[in-house]
């Protein structure tokens, strides 16, 4: 039985002070940016983002993927990147600071990166090999002056596998990895280079380089930023990719966490363009003559189980009634079909999909069976805590669907009371693990999860020896056998023999029901008519070099 709980979109079970100075705070946002832009020139695009502040802006962004959409691949590149300028098919690695890169043939833990000549960062000085090894030494060398703990919590654990790394001459970069492991490309890609000059001339301070960062991207900062408020970026007009040199004047960027919030500054005129609009507003939009873009996207909207003693998520027979007792296509159609119900932790139809066993159908009879096998019932019931945010990158309307969730839970007999943060702090506590006092004993973690590519999609979150503060294995899972199947996908470099080790780990993750496994958002975003150009990736992030907004 299907049921839409609309009202979950006005009302959640969160505290109303908590709603309120959401409100009142994203609306001062709003009308600041509206003072500010009032005379704003045509070629100037305004959007509306989820995070509650501007993202890091000296290099590791933080504020999850859409920092690094708005804050990482717009002021600075990585070795390698991502394609973004198709729409019909999943984006693929492609060159970036790095022209090419390989594994050495006789050495499996040995990596070659050439590195792309004449690049210049923002302040004029050159990108070179140094100036890579310097920007890895700022993000694991604790005794290196340009170290940078803020950045370092974004970074390093992005890059597990790095174990050194030196400059062969100024345009031959190696990297050691601790083991052979095929995903180093994947992990690189996160990683953004920062200049070493514009650090010495900001002296040696990283507060100050925030207020003047310099990468070699093709948006610059110029005038700072008002933390909370805006952030204004313009065209890097010596960028060495010429077809991504931006088109518009500038891109202006408002946190407005609040989701009605951001429709009413879209209505207004006071932005151009929104993430995540509420879904009950999109027919009124289309109406108004906004557009409407969405595109499938390698995303999960998760919980993440805590596996530390005394979690109820260590017996299986719970997390699989947990997932038989989420009706999804209720939920689908409270998001107003902007999603993708889950069939598993990968999206269906993914080529990691494989198999599995076990399927994620709505089944609260089934679901309450497996209560009663472990031991539960209406006189014994399970009461927990579970972390959510109230806003953020790709967490989609969480303080609605989380309440959602609860009422279906209720019904098998879990009964969950929610700590809810801002998305930052929320990550912060995630990086920190289950056993962090920030956790405040909370058995799972609300996260949308970034699933691209296998280690940022599934090896991180499970291996043994990623857990805090090794890496983001927030529930302290470990299993032998899973740790031989991540092993073999590092030891696999044929790409269609890795796909079916990746397959064999995704059937795992369900059949073992390692994660509250909910849906795929689609990636929906709201548009003035006036905006042109846009080529909505199916990637967590996106180029904003080809897009103009009409007078």
């Given at each position: 039985?299907?049921?839409?709980?609309?009202?979950?979109?006005?009302?959640?079970?969160?505290?109303?002070?908590?709603?309120?100075?959401?409100?009142?705070?994203?609306?001062?946002?709003?009308?600041?940016?509206?003072?500010?832009?009032?005379?704003?020139?045509?070629?100037?695009?305004?959007?509306?983002?989820?995070?509650?502040?501007?993202?890091?802006?000296?290099?590791?962004?933080?504020?999850?993927?859409?920092?690094?959409?708005?804050?990482?691949?717009?002021?600075?590149?990585?070795?390698?990147?991502?394609?973004?300028?198709?729409?019909?098919?999943?984006?693929?690695?492609?060159?970036?600071?790095?022209?090419?890169?390989?594994?050495?043939?006789?050495?499996?833990?040995?990596?070659?990166?050439?590195?792309?000549d004449g690049v210049k960062f923002h302040d004029g000085s050159a990108f070179n090999a140094d100036a890579v090894v310097w920007n890895l030494d700022k993000l694991l060398k604790q005794d290196a002056p340009q170290f940078d703990k803020r950045q370092a919590a974004q970074g390093k654990s992005r890059m597990p596998a790095v174990a050194g790394y030196k400059a062969v001459d100024p345009?031959?970069?190696?990297?050691?990895?601790?083991?052979?492991?095929?995903?180093?490309?994947?992990?690189?890609?996160?990683?953004?280079?920062?200049?070493?000059?514009?650090?010495?001339?900001?002296?040696?301070?990283?507060?100050?380089?925030?207020?003047?960062?310099?990468?070699?991207?093709?948006?610059?900062?110029?005038?700072?930023?008002?933390?909370?408020?805006?952030?204004?970026?313009?065209?890097?007009?010596?960028?060495?990719?010429?077809?991504?040199?931006?088109?518009?004047?500038?891109?202006?960027?408002?946190?407005?966490?609040?989701?009605?919030?951001?429709?009413?500054?879209?209505?207004?005129?006071?932005?151009?363009?929104?993430?995540?609009?509420?879904?009950?507003?999109?027919?009124?939009?289309?109406?108004?003559?906004?557009?409407?873009?969405?595109?499938?996207?390698?995303?999960?909207?998760?919980?993440?189980?805590?596996?530390?003693?005394?979690?109820?998520?260590?017996?299986?027979?719970?997390?699989?009634?947990?997932?038989?007792?989420?009706?999804?296509?209720?939920?689908?159609e409270l998001l107003g079909g902007l999603s993708i119900p889950a069939q598993g932790f990968m999206p269906p139809g993914h080529q990691w999909f494989g198999n599995p066993s076990f399927k994620l159908s709505y089944n609260i009879e089934e679901a309450t069976k497996l209560m009663a096998e472990a031991g539960y019932g209406p006189d014994k019931r399970i009461k927990t805590k579970v972390?959510?945010?109230?806003?953020?990158?790709?967490?989609?309307?969480?303080?609605?669907?989380?309440?959602?969730?609860?009422?279906?839970?209720?019904?098998?007999?879990?009964?969950?009371?929610?700590?809810?943060?801002?998305?930052?702090?929320?990550?912060?506590?995630?990086?920190?693990?289950?056993?962090?006092?920030?956790?405040?004993?909370?058995?799972?973690?609300?996260?949308?999860?970034?699933?691209?590519?296998?280690?940022?999609?599934?090896?991180?979150?499970?291996?043994?020896?990623?857990?805090?503060?090794?890496?983001?294995?927030?529930?302290?899972?470990?299993?032998?056998?899973?740790?031989?199947?991540?092993?073999?996908?590092?030891?696999?470099?044929?790409?269609?023999?890795?796909?079916?080790?990746?397959?064999?780990?995704?059937?795992?993750?369900?059949?073992?029901?390692?994660?509250?496994?909910?849906?795929?958002?689609?990636?929906?975003?709201?548009?003035?008519?006036?905006?042109?150009?846009?080529?909505?990736?199916?990637?967590?992030?996106?180029?904003?070099?080809?897009?103009?907004?009409?007078?």
């Amino acid at each position: 039985m299907t049921r839409t709980f609309r009202h979950a979109l006005h009302r959640t079970s969160v505290p109303s002070g908590f709603r309120k100075s959401i409100l009142v705070g994203a609306a001062a946002l709003v009308l600041a940016a509206a003072g500010a832009g009032a005379a704003l020139a045509a070629g100037t695009l305004r959007i509306g983002m989820t995070a509650s502040d501007i993202p890091l802006t000296t290099g590791q962004t933080d504020q999850g993927g859409e920092g690094q959409r708005f804050m990482g691949y717009t002021v600075y590149d990585a070795l390698i990147e991502w394609d973004l300028s198709r729409s019909d098919k999943p984006s693929s690695l492609t060159p970036g600071l790095a022209l090419s890169w390989a594994v050495d043939g006789a050495d499996k833990t040995k990596w070659t990166f050439k590195l792309r000549d004449g690049v210049k960062f923002h302040d004029g000085s050159a990108f070179n090999a140094d100036a890579v090894v310097w920007n890895l030494d700022k993000l694991l060398k604790q005794d290196a002056p340009q170290f940078d703990k803020r950045q370092a919590a974004q970074g390093k654990s992005r890059m597990p596998a790095v174990a050194g790394y030196k400059a062969v001459d100024p345009l031959t970069l190696e990297v050691t990895t601790k083991t052979p492991d095929a995903t180093l490309p994947y992990q690189m890609s996160w990683i953004l280079m920062s200049s070493p000059a514009n650090w010495e001339a900001q002296g040696r301070n990283w507060d100050a380089v925030a207020q003047k960062p310099s990468g070699t991207g093709p948006w610059k900062i110029e005038n700072g930023f008002m933390p909370r408020e805006r952030v204004e970026l313009t065209p890097n007009k010596d960028y060495w990719d010429a077809k991504r040199v931006p088109k518009l004047d500038k891109l202006v960027l408002i946190p407005l966490p609040e989701p009605n919030t951001r429709v009413a500054a879209l209505r207004s005129g006071e932005v151009d363009w929104i993430e995540a609009p509420a879904p009950d507003s999109i027919p009124s939009l289309k109406d108004a003559g906004f557009a409407i873009v969405t595109n499938s996207y390698p995303h999960n909207w998760t919980w993440h189980f805590s596996r530390v003693e005394g979690s109820p998520w260590n017996d299986i027979r719970v997390r699989k009634a947990a997932n038989l007792a989420v009706d999804r296509d209720g939920l689908n159609e409270l998001l107003g079909g902007l999603s993708i119900p889950a069939q598993g932790f990968m999206p269906p139809g993914h080529q990691w999909f494989g198999n599995p066993s076990f399927k994620l159908s709505y089944n609260i009879e089934e679901a309450t069976k497996l209560m009663a096998e472990a031991g539960y019932g209406p006189d014994k019931r399970i009461k927990t805590k579970v972390l959510i945010s109230s806003s953020g990158s790709g967490q989609m309307l969480p303080l609605a669907m989380n309440e959602y969730i609860q009422q279906t839970l209720a019904e098998i007999g879990i009964d969950i009371e929610y700590e809810v943060a801002d998305w930052n702090t929320v990550i912060n506590i995630w990086r920190a693990g289950a056993t962090d006092p920030s956790a405040k004993g909370a058995t799972a973690i609300n996260y949308s999860y970034f699933i691209q590519d296998p280690f940022t999609g599934m090896i991180r979150h499970l291996q043994c020896n990623l857990a805090p503060p090794a890496g983001t294995n927030w529930g302290y899972y470990c299993d032998p056998e899973m740790d031989g199947l991540f092993d073999k996908v590092r030891n696999t470099f044929d790409p269609a023999e890795q796909d079916k080790v990746l397959q064999q780990i995704h059937e795992k993750y369900v059949n073992e029901a390692l994660f509250l496994m909910v849906t795929h958002d689609v990636n929906p975003r709201a548009m003035s008519g006036k905006v042109k150009g846009f080529v909505q990736a199916q990637n967590w992030f996106q180029d904003f070099s080809t897009i103009t907004v009409d007078p």
